[in-house]
């Protein structure tokens, strides 16, 4: 008798409603964090780069720390000379990159903390691609022991990528389903992310 009531109970529940769009006005927060990182990534990255080109001919080595030298290097490639010489390439490469990411950003605005990696990144591959767009390469200037020559943009994409990771993967507040779509602390979340309730066992 339970079992068919039970039934019934399910079959005549609403279903559940789908996730808000964002709005302008949910979106205006995130934007305003993920503009200011933007900026400051993008201002000591113009400046760092201006030192070094009007202070350090390239090609120069000046020890800074015992394992950390600055150096005058030109990068065609990507960060840490990945994909050098890829000219257009790379260009594409960025560019799709940051499309594929600003769209992300829009469409989950509300997610929390994505606004600093997305800051970090945007910053990182713009300080970079007015290099890139001005001359044909990338200024780098740091340089450490059995690693490639990089910059401040190269460590702020870096960091970025990780703490992207982390916001798409790291704990969840209670109640949040995650992104594989594992249950949450009072329900479950459907493989569209809609959390709901757990059904109890029978």
Same mark, same amino acid.
């Given at each position: 008798m339970s079992s068919a009531a039970d039934a019934t109970t399910e079959r005549a529940a609403p279903p559940a409603a789908p996730p808000p769009r964002p709005t302008p006005r949910r979106r205006g927060p995130a934007l305003l964090r993920?503009?200011?990182?933007?900026?400051?990534?993008?201002?000591?990255?113009?400046?760092?780069?201006? !030192?070094?080109?009007?202070?350090?001919?390239?090609?120069?080595?000046?020890?800074?720390?015992?394992?950390?030298?600055?150096?005058h290097v030109r990068n065609d490639g990507v960060a840490f000379g990945f994909l050098s010489g890829g000219g257009a390439i790379v260009l594409v490469v960025t560019l799709v990159a940051l499309a594929a990411l600003v769209a992300y950003f829009l469409w989950r605005p509300e997610r929390p903390l994505l606004w600093?990696?997305?800051?970090? !990144?945007?910053?990182?591959?713009?300080?970079?691609?007015?290099?890139?767009?001005?001359s044909g390469s990338v200024t780098d200037f740091i340089k450490l022991p059995l690693w490639p020559a990089f910059n401040l943009a190269?460590?702020?994409?870096?960091?970025?990528? !990780?703490?992207? !990771?982390?916001?798409?993967?790291?704990?969840?507040?209670?109640?949040?389903?995650?992104?594989?779509?594992?249950?949450?602390?009072?329900?479950?979340?459907?493989?569209?992310?809609?959390?709901?309730p757990a059904v109890p066992p029978r």
């Open positions: 993920a503009a200011g990182v933007l900026a400051v990534v993008l201002i000591l990255d113009r400046l760092s780069k201006h !030192l070094v080109v009007t202070g350090i001919a390239v090609g120069d080595v000046h020890k800074f720390l015992p394992a950390i030298s600055l150096v600093l990696p997305t800051g970090m !990144l945007l910053g990182g591959a713009v300080g970079n691609l007015i290099d890139r767009l001005a190269d460590t702020s994409i870096t960091l970025g990528v !990780l703490a992207l !990771l982390y916001v798409l993967e790291g704990p969840r507040p209670d109640g949040a389903p995650s992104s594989d779509g594992a249950p949450c602390a009072d329900g479950a979340a459907s493989s569209d992310g809609v959390a709901r």
